[in-house]
């Protein structure tokens, strides 16, 4: 493989890459490239994380890069998830989550052989070095600049904040360095740690590397974005807004019917959720691809896309209704889920399920 189809396989459905220069640099240097992306032990695991986040390692992986998966049991303590109670961090973070990310690997034809899964608790405990690593980090960043950082955390600067909360950014560019990474993967709203990583880690004691920053694309909400605020980060699917997110696990009843209530306006194509999905799932962030819409003759017939512009045009000017490309992406996810779906139809794994529905605290619709 050639060092451009590397790149492209890398930076392809992304954002961001900080920076392409540094990421085209450290694949010419042959040096073993070390990925991570970590997750908060915190709801269910909907398509930002379970199709974007497990895509963009199937795509790391076949560009030869080494990679793992960090269950950031102590960063959701710290953030309170699920109350906050250790124990149901632990049990969810082993029993959930990590089935429901192995889960949505099977969807791109990746065992759970070829990720490698770290806890906190296991990297800590095994590394006593990561607490002078932590403290090495926190000598290099100023209060302001943490407290701008907790938005990492889903907290706004400005409101009272516990001094667990000011741990975190430090903590999470700590991992960093412990898991000697040179590859770090996210959303977009892991940038600012990602960032203070990048400046912070080239300034403590020791040879540590300077990790490239890869930041995939925004998968949309079903509801579409906040009237007051319609910005990228409004239209962001959020598993604390079940309504408006699809998760890995769910029910093709359950896809047909959210996707059917979806926002979605004749004509719309700004901010609209329905075309993201095609953008960003289907067609992976490329301007070709291949998607096709089954209707009836007399609605016009079967139709298969291969340019993204094609199909946005025919939605702009009505030859592409709603209702037949809700239809079509129902039945895309359907398809591309059942690999999930098969994984906890497990009696254990489908037990592990109900009882995460309980922690959370959310009756099975």
């Known amino acids: 493989m050639t060092i451009e189809e590397k790149m492209k396989l890398i930076t392809r459905n992304c954002q961001e890459v900080l920076t392409e220069v540094d990421l085209k640099n450290l ?30 390692i199937a795509d790391f992986l076949k560009a030869g890069i080494r990679c793992k998966i960090f269950l950031a049991d102590f960063h959701s303590f710290l953030n309170n998830k699920l109350g906050g109670e250790w124990k149901d961090i632990r049990w969810a973070s082993e029993n959930y989550f ?10 791109f034809g990746v065992d759970e052989s070829q990720v490698e899964f770290v806890s906190g608790k296991d990297l800590y405990e095994k590394n ?50 412990t898991m000697d ?25 020791g040879e540590h590397q300077t990790p490239v920053a890869i930041h995939q694309n925004l998968v949309a909400g079903l509801s579409g974005p906040d009237t007051d605020s319609k910005d990228e980060e409004s239209l962001k699917m959020s598993k604390s807004k ?25 004509k719309v194509t700004e901010f609209n959720p329905l075309l993201n999905w095609v953008k960003t ?37 009505e030859k592409l209704f709603p209702l037949d490309l ?27 399920l109900i009882r995460m529905r309980e922690l959370l605290g959310i009756a099975k619709a």
């Open 326 to 352: 809700k239809n079509a992406l129902a039945e895309w996810l359907i398809k591309k889920l059942e690999p999930a779906r098969a994984h906890f139809e497990i009696e254990e794994h489908k037990n592990a």
């Open 242 to 266: 079940p309504n408006s997110a699809i998760f890995v696990h769910d029910t093709p009843e359950e896809i047909r019917n959210k996707i059917k209530k979806a926002y979605g306006p004749p």
């Open 128 to 177: 006593p070095i990561h607490w002078q690593n932590f403290m090495e980090i926190g000598k290099q960043v100023t209060l302001s600049r943490n407290l701008r950082s907790i938005s990492i955390m889903g907290k706004k600067q400005g409101n009272d904040v516990n001094m667990a909360t000011l741990f975190y950014p430090p903590l999470q560019v700590a991992d960093i360095v």
């Open 27 to 56: 694949i010419e240097s042959g040096k073993t490239i070390n990925h991570y992306i970590g997750f908060e032990i915190s709801g269910l695991v909907h398509l930002g994380t379970g199709l974007m986040s497990m895509g963009k």
């Open 181 to 205: 990474i040179n590859l770090a993967h996210a959303g977009m709203d892991q940038r600012k740690a990602h960032v203070i990583a990048r400046d912070a880690i080239k300034k403590i004691p």
């Open 281 to 317: 799932l289907i067609f992976w962030g490329e301007e070709s691809g291949e998607f096709t819409i089954e209707r009836p003759e007399k609605f016009g017939g079967n139709v298969t896309y291969t340019n993204y512009a094609d199909l946005v045009a025919d939605y702009e000017t």
């Open 98 to 107: 990590k089935q429901a990310l192995i889960a949505s690997l099977k969807c």
